[in-house]
């Protein structure tokens, strides 16, 4: 008995399950520490903060899907031996199954039924005809596209959408239900309270993130499966397909550098700003000639170095995929080790200023070491630095990976990622007529990731500067409209500004 | 004739957190032109907030929901924000408690001055700087031509307040508000701040809304005192009335609970408890929960004001007329309550030496230029010799600036001394390795002055005491390893007797320091310290950033824990009062150097150094007709990087001679203790190898 498939892991798919665990671990510890909790629950209090995370939860799903890599067994007769593919599949290979294995010939325009470009079609009778020819998946199902297609695309879309909202629905009473049950509230009441906003957790933004999330999904799955939604590129793939798997490779660009910095801009930062003198003149003169050197430069020379030796070694990878992870790691690798000065500085700034506290003096005075004062009086207090510095470098690395996937330094030209499509479809933008699809749905998935990640790096830096506090102002303004609306009070102050003056 | 400044009904409501704080409810108040109005509370009682609300300066989350006020007949709650700022800086202007963050640092202090009289009379140019002048000359500004043409940072902390004082009367006002104008300032410069301020009032005929926590400071200032409760005025007097017999019980209290040589051997009255949060709700008198005399009215009824006597009334049911009768009962029973027994130390003084200091020396190099020259030093203590017997008090005493913390941080090898022995228990402590003093740490600890970042904000109380208990008595638990369990109960049993033992219930222990108040979080940073059994406690001005009230506490439980437990303290301090109750000898310090020492009655009594004399007189005090002189300082206390040749002290020394400017004086001794360095009295004949330091100089 043989398996069907043989699980792989590579190197990016064992630090995410790392990170994964860490976030887990993480927020176990932030559930159990109630001061740890608070600038939490003032990000959840974030309207915006929240939207961008429901939009940012169903990228980190799409990437955590691609992330389970496995290869599928081969049908062989007789033999005993199990043979497995040497393509590497993921799970969310396997959920876009016919987005990934419906490959037209070439280019397709969204939503086409037919090719880009003419082809010479023999026709029966022996003669030639020029003529864009039908496309093989896409549309195929179309007696006479010219006339059905808008109908059936409405259809389709309408129908997906339909169903994405009736999903919708079947989720907002869930949550409406578990809140009540919560707030030992009625089912009703507590929806109402949802769609005034009255809920501590901003849920109306959530719920409407979701509803236009939920609807678009819902039509572009119902219309994929019969269509080429944004098109098809030069060998025919899907572009719907490629985008997300683009979404993958930005993520683990974002997270698994800063991973990779954290270590050196925490224990060097730390130390630098702890132990002063000397320590801090070596580490500052490092920091300073490192950020001094221009970025894409180091970059490129590291990853031309390891591009040779893996082209030289190709004996150490059994697949392409294993290679093309490999090269992704190391570019995470030196894209943090090129990136851990901001960071630093920033922490060395801080342990300078946390270093003369008096908690730290009184630790000094009972003679404890300076690891222990390190790792429990300096670390607990900067924390909150890395994190505003992690969510705020997410979005700036994922725009990096483009822009050196562009330059042609990025990732391996046979991985999927924003950068590439970006580079495969510059040139089709000087083609007449134009191929613009798959520039703009590149452009269209980084633009929501990035902006989404934006606003939820925005929120978590709110909640975490102790010099804002948005809640209680927010929260302040409410009442304050809510009291001018009572007849009873007399909010003198704000009368005062609207009347003329006597 | 009429008020110049009439509040009515005034209540500033703060929207912060979930329930609004009510900072300031239902205040009602009066100014005459020329007074000098004192508003007197404790931190978090909406002192500030009635300022800022006359003003209209609220923060973003303050809002005046009801009320008036007043200047000169015209509703300032109904003018437009234009009309606003004609008021504001023109006719009431405000100086803040902070001089150091209340100047703009890029502009010259000309130009901040210039601003004000621009706006208000549109004087510019020439005009302008020579009003500019004369109005730094009149604050008394030496050199004012020069000056006004420097930075703020040019300027020492009390001449930066005088440029603020320059400012609010540049628009010359009909009100000067003045936010605790003196709080961040030390005595001498207090005083001359002060001083300054009286004589302008006497000058301008403006009337001051002084607000103050210090009784010291509206016994020399004020007229007319009023008290401030958790939002409320609870008592309105004259200065002579409320001094010679305070009604309230909460200002009763106040006086009880300061510090002072008359109170030496018991215990402080305290105000037990803390103000209560303005959020919640009140029924009846806000003071009730903590007051000795509450009784069921109080607690359901809120008092109205009853007169005492003309012009003192009091917002108490004590002094009702209905149960006025219950007065004097109740005033015979605060003498016998008020003074908590706290059993007289049983002088656990012995002769035996604790800690002797000898001319330790710390100074900070000063690195200049690219290779980091050292380009000088700055001498923050320069020679400091003190000795503090077993279970004995020494009080370090000085203005800011002057080394004292710096001697503490030196004793405990914090900041290692450049030159200076150290000896604890006969053991030499400097040069000593980490790990040899690291066995010797729990013998001496630390309390600090600001309780709000002395604790980890990121640390339960648990983990924060048995922080120094797991450090510094590891080999205790290696014995104990194989009864791991039971040790650690042990430890969980020793922190809760710790916290007992200061007053707090055992299961604060769970929670982390935010959770508590400045006078709770006080107690943990002793408990703390406690937690190793030291026998040497060096205080840095432990009580200097609480209330009056609080201080008493922690006051109070010092000294009982003296009396228990033989505690020796090095207590460093600028408040002569807490000097008085507490200490039995005294070192006064100037700029690195001990000047005088003696016994607490010689040196507070009896003072023999010019500065000492100075900064004894400098101190507000509650007297309504002080028999005292007050000797002004001049200037301030000069640089520690370049102190003055001779006496430290002879540039702003009354009595200076020429020999002062030529040599430091050696010690002379008036008793077995009481010496002081100064040229006045008679010089010991072997100066050289008494005073190395003088020699050098």
């Given amino acids: 008995m043989s398996m069907l498939f043989k699980p792989v892991i590579l190197w990016t798919d064992a630090l995410i399950y790392l990170l994964v665990l860490v976030v887990l671990a993480f927020v176990w510890y932030v559930r159990r520490n109630e001061h740890m909790l608070a600038p939490w629950r003032r990000v959840g209090h974030s309207a915006s903060g929240m939207a961008a995370l429901t939009v940012l939860v169903f990228f980190i799903a799409i990437g955590l899907l691609d992330t389970v890599h496995f290869r599928p067994a081969v049908e062989n007769s007789g033999n005993s031996e199990q043979v497995y593919s040497v393509e590497v599949l993921s799970l969310l290979d396997v959920i876009a199954e016919p987005l990934r294995t419906r490959v037209e010939k070439t280019y397709s325009a969204p939503f086409a039924a037919h090719l880009y470009a003419r082809e010479t079609i023999e026709l029966p009778d022996g003669g030639q005809v020029r003529e864009f ?48 049950r919560q707030d030992n509230a009625g089912l009703l009441p507590t929806l109402f309270a949802i769609r005034r906003g009255a809920t501590e957790v901003p849920w109306n933004a959530v719920l409407l993130t979701l509803v236009l999330i939920l609807s678009l999904l819902g039509a572009a799955l119902a219309l994929s499966t019969h269509y080429h939604i944004f098109g098809t590129d030069k060998v025919g793939q899907d572009v719907f397909y490629q985008s997300l798997k683009s979404i993958r490779t930005g993520l683990v660009i974002g997270t698994l550098t800063t991973l990779m910095m954290l270590p050196f801009a925490l224990l060097l930062g730390i130390m630098a700003g702890y132990f002063r003198g000397w320590v801090d003149d070596v580490i500052q003169y490092i920091y300073t000639t490192l950020s001094s050197i221009p970025g894409v430069l180091l970059i490129a020379a590291a ?103 562009y330059v042609g330094v990025g990732v391996d030209p046979s991985m999927i990622s924003f950068g590439t499509m970006i580079n495969a479809a510059r040139l089709e933008m000087a083609r007449e007529p134009m191929v613009w699809w798959a520039l703009l749905s590149a452009f269209g998935f980084m633009f929501a990731l990035v902006l989404s990640a934006n606003l939820f790096a925005d929120a978590v ?6 010099r804002v506090r948005t809640w209680s102002l927010k929260a302040g303004k409410l009442r304050r409209t809510e009291r001018t609306k009572t007849p009873e009070s007399k909010p003198v102050a704000a009368a005062a500004k609207d009347s003329n003056p006597p | 004739m009429n ?47 009635t300022a800022l609300s006359v003003m209209r300066l609220l923060p973003e989350v303050g809002e005046i929901v009801a009320g008036s006020i007043r200047i000169g007949g015209e509703d300032l709650l109904l003018l437009p ?84 004082i320059a400012m609010a009367l540049a628009g010359e006002p009909e009100l000067l508000i003045a936010d605790e104008p003196t709080t961040a300032l030390d005595v001498t410069i207090q005083a001359q701040v002060l001083d300054l301020m009286r004589d302008l009032q006497q000058r301008s005929g403006m009337a001051i809304l002084l607000i103050t926590h210090d009784l010291g400071v509206v016994a020399e200032m004020a007229q007319k005192v009023a008290v401030m409760y958790a939002g409320e005025i609870v008592e309105t007097a004259t200065r002579a009335e409320f001094f010679h017999s305070p009604a309230h019980p909460y200002s009763r209290k106040l006086f009880a609970s300061l510090p002072g040589k008359n109170k030496r051997d018991q215990g402080l009255a305290v105000i037990s408890g803390s103000v209560p949060p303005l959020s919640r709700e009140f029924v009846g008198c806000r003071f009730a929960d903590r007051c000795d005399h509450a009784w069921d009215l109080c607690r359901t009824t809120a008092p109205g004001w009853s007169a005492v006597v003309v012009g003192h009334q009091v917002r108490c049911h004590l002094f009702d007329q209905t149960a006025g009768s219950m007065l004097h009962s109740s005033a015979g029973k605060t003498a016998e309550t008020a003074p908590q027994g706290i059993p007289a130390a049983p002088s656990a003084v012995t002769n035996s030496e604790l800690l002797r200091v000898v001319d330790l020396k710390v100074h900070f190099p000063i690195h200049k230029g690219l290779m980091k020259r050292v380009a000088g030093y700055v001498k923050a203590v320069d020679g400091v010799s003190l000795t503090i017997p077993q279970g004995g008090t020494l009080a370090l005493v000085g203005e800011s600036g ?39 740490r729990a013998e001496f600890q630390i309390i600090f002055q600001d309780p709000y970042s002395s604790l980890n904000p990121r640390m339960r109380i648990i983990d924060i005491i048995e922080e120094g ?59 703390r310290a406690l937690a190793v059994n030291p026998r040497l406690l060096i205080c840095d001005e432990p009580t200097s950033a609480l209330d009056v009230s609080v201080q008493a506490q922690i006051l109070n439980l010092l000294k009982e824990l003296q009396a228990s437990l033989g505690l020796a303290y090095l207590f460093i301090t600028h408040n002569i009062s807490v000097v008085e109750y507490l200490a039995d000898e005294v070192a006064v310090m100037y700029l690195g150097r001990i000047v005088e020492w003696g016994s607490v009655d010689e040196v507070l009594g009896n003072p023999k150094h010019p500065y000492t004399q ?61 010496t002081a360095h100064c040229h006045l009295y008679p010089q010991p004949q072997n100066t050289s190898t008494l005073q190395p330091q003088g020699a050098e100089t």
Avoid at chain 1, 369 to 375: A, C, D, G, L, P
Avoid at chain 2, 126 to 143: F, S, Y
């Fill in chain 1, 303 to 405: 990853v031309l170095m390891m591009q040779v030796y893996m082209e030289t070694h190709p004996e150490l990878f059994d697949t392409i995929a294993a290679r093309a992870d490999l090269r992704l790691l190391f570019l995470c690798i030196i894209l943090g080790v090129t990136s851990w000065t901001g960071l630093c500085r920033l922490l060395r700034g801080e342990t300078l200023k946390l270093r003369e506290m008096e908690y730290i003096q009184a630790a000094h005075a009972f003679g404890v070491s300076h690891w222990r004062i390190i790792s429990r009086h300096i670390l607990p207090n900067v924390m909150h630095i890395v994190l505003i510095a992690t969510v705020m470098d997410f979005s700036g690395l994922v725009l990096a990976e483009a822009v050196l996937s």
């Fill in chain 2, 469 to 527: 208990m797991n450090a510094l008595n590891v080999r205790n638990n290696d014995r104990a390893d194989h009864a791991g369990q039971q040790s650690s109960s042990l430890q969980g049993q020793k922190v809760d007797a710790l916290l007992q033992r200061v007053g707090l219930p055992p299961e604060t222990k769970w929670r982390y320091p935010h959770e508590f108040s400045g006078g709770q979080r006080q107690r943990i940073a002793i408990a």
């Fill in chain 2, 81 to 164: 924000e234009a009309a606003m700022r004609n008021v504001r800086g023109k006719r009431i202007s405000m100086i803040f408690q902070e001089p150091m963050l209340s100047l703009n640092p890029v502009m010259t202090v000309a130009e901040q001055i210039g601003e004000v009289l621009q706006r208000h009379f549109n004087l510019r140019g020439a005009a302008q700087q020579q009003r500019v002048l004369e109005i730094l000359n009149q604050v008394g500004i030496p050199d004012a031509e020069r000056r006004m043409a420097e930075y703020p940072f040019q300027f020492s902390g009390g001449m930066k307040q005088r440029v603020m």
């Fill in chain 2, 614 to 674: 100075a900064l004894l007189s400098a101190v507000p005090v509650i007297e309504l007709n002080p028999k005292r002189e007050v000797i002004r300082l001049h200037g301030d206390l000069p640089s520690p990087a370049n102190p003055p040749a001779g006496c430290h002290f002879h540039p702003r020394c009354p009595h200076a001679m020429p020999v002062c400017r030529e040599t430091y004086p050696g010690s002379s001794n008036f008793s077995s203790i009481h």
């Fill in chain 1, 461 to 466: 830096q709110d909640a975490f500067n102790p």
């Fill in chain 2, 3 to 49: 008020p110049l400044l009439q509040i009515d009904n005034l209540e500033t409501v703060l929207h912060t957190g979930a329930t609004p704080v009510r900072a300031v409810d239902g205040l009602t108040l009066q100014i005459m032109q020329g007074e000098t109005f004192a508003l007197l509370g404790e931190s978090g009682c909406g002192k500030s907030m």
């Fill in chain 1, 133 to 180: 020819p039908r496309l093989q998946f896409g549309g195929a199902h179309l007696q006479n596209p010219d006339v059905e297609l808008v109908a059936d695309v409405t259809e389709r879309a309408a129908v997906g959408a339909a169903q994405g909202f009736l999903g919708w629905c079947v989720l907002v009473v869930l949550l409406g239900a578990l809140l009540a």
């Fill in chain 2, 402 to 440: 002057c080394g004292k913390t710096t001697v503490g941080k030196g004793i405990l090898q914090l900041i290692p001394p450049t030159a200076g022995s150290v000896r604890y228990d006969g053991l030499e402590l400097v040069g000593l390795e980490r790990k040899q003093l690291r066995e010797k």
